[in-house]
């Protein structure tokens, strides 16, 4: 069974200190792994995809990072603005998956002032 | 473009009443899921579709739960009867199913069962 760990739960900042969220996934073959941002009262915005280990993505302050075991979204410098919840998910290889992701419970970052 | 669109954003009703929550999916995907949200449980994946037919329903929570696709563009889960339990965020999210399929949510239903 295909399973997504996240930490750590809560991350609280103070702006323009940089830190770094994890994803530990367990799947019997990667598809993908997808990092999303859900703010209070609204879904999931997608950010980022990644295929294979050892490939990188940014976007302004965030960059997403990939190994066999793990992904990191690193945050440069963070403004209050990139509060918010950020979610990881999997996604499996096999022709019957459909486009299924599996998530993780999301890392709750709130970047003060 | 437009997104996933979902209805209605909110909803209160009594415990024993029907509801119905709708989503029409962006245009020329393929696939559609349904999800619940809680402080609890996080994301859980309810149902999916494949070209409007159920292929997984495994996470219905019970018999009360129900949804249709009866064409591309529209999508239904009802909940009959209704219990305090149900209270939840409800999100929709379609994709396209090309490679590693990006799922794009829509901005859910806000569900209370009193």
């Known amino acids: 069974e295909d399973q997504v760990t996240q930490s750590p739960e809560a991350l609280r900042l103070q702006e323009g200190e940089s830190s770094s969220l994890n994803c530990s996934y367990t799947v019997s073959g990667l598809r993908g792994l997808f990092w999303y941002r859900q703010d209070p009262g609204k879904g999931p915005e997608f950010l980022f995809t990644?295929?294979?280990a050892g490939e990188e993505k940014e976007k302004e302050r965030l960059k997403a990072t990939l190994t066999k075991k793990e992904s990191f979204l690193h945050i440069t410098a963070p403004k209050p603005e990139d509060s918010a919840t950020y979610l990881c998910a999997v996604q499996a290889t096999g022709g019957t998956s459909y486009g299924k992701l599996t998530f993780g419970q999301g890392t709750i970052l709130t970047v003060h002032p | 473009d437009a997104g996933v669109i979902q209805s209605p954003r909110h909803e209160v009703t009594e415990m024993g009443q029907e509801v119905t929550l709708r989503c029409k999916p962006i245009?020329?995907?393929?696939?559609l899921f349904w999800y619940r949200q809680t402080m609890m449980r996080g994301l859980e994946l309810l149902i999916y579709?494949?070209?409007?037919?159920?292929?997984?329903d495994s996470g219905m929570p019970e018999d009360r739960f129900s949804a249709k696709m009866p064409n591309a563009s529209f999508s239904t889960l009802k909940i009959q009867p209704s219990e305090p339990r149900d209270s939840a965020v409800y999100f929709c999210?379609?994709?396209?199913?090309?490679?590693?399929?990006?799922?794009?949510f829509g901005p859910g239903t806000r569900l209370l069962v009193l």
């Open positions: 245009s020329g995907h393929n696939s």
């Open positions: 990644l295929y294979s």
């Open positions: 579709f494949n070209n409007n037919v159920p292929i997984d």
């Open positions: 999210a379609s994709t396209a199913l090309t490679g590693a399929s990006t799922q794009y």
